[in-house]
């Protein structure tokens, strides 16, 4: 059975950093490409940043550079680092496969608010 299981989120004032973490199951994790996404309420989930499973990596323009994200292939895992965190960063981050597979984990809130 496919899951995602996010965690790290939580409350920053701006400027700070986040460290996400994302751990998958089942037979979905090997030679496919991961990503990072968030959504805002009433907006639809966007992608932040991929890796692909040679760990090259592409990432939205408004994150370029502020974030990165990283996997460890034998434990299942995907990272995101999120360091000078903007207001406009607060969403429900959640990590899936690229393209998306049909599951959804629950995601795992990141606010930016001073």
């Known amino acids: 059975q496919v899951q995602f299981v996010e965690s790290g989120g939580g409350l920053v004032q701006p400027g700070g950093s986040l460290n996400l973490s994302c751990a998958a199951s089942g037979s979905i994790f090997s030679g496919r490409s991961m990503g990072w996404y968030r959504q805002t309420p009433g907006e639809q989930r966007t992608l932040v940043a991929r890796?692909?499973?040679?760990?090259?990596?592409n990432y939205a323009d408004s994150v370029k550079g502020r974030f990165t994200i990283s996997r460890d292939n034998a434990k299942k895992l995907v990272y995101l680092q999120m360091s000078s965190l903007k207001p406009e960063d607060t969403a429900v981050y959640f990590c899936n496969t690229f393209p998306t597979y049909k599951t959804w984990g629950q995601g795992t809130q990141v606010a930016v608010s001073s």
């Open positions: 890796i692909r499973s040679d760990g090259s990596t």
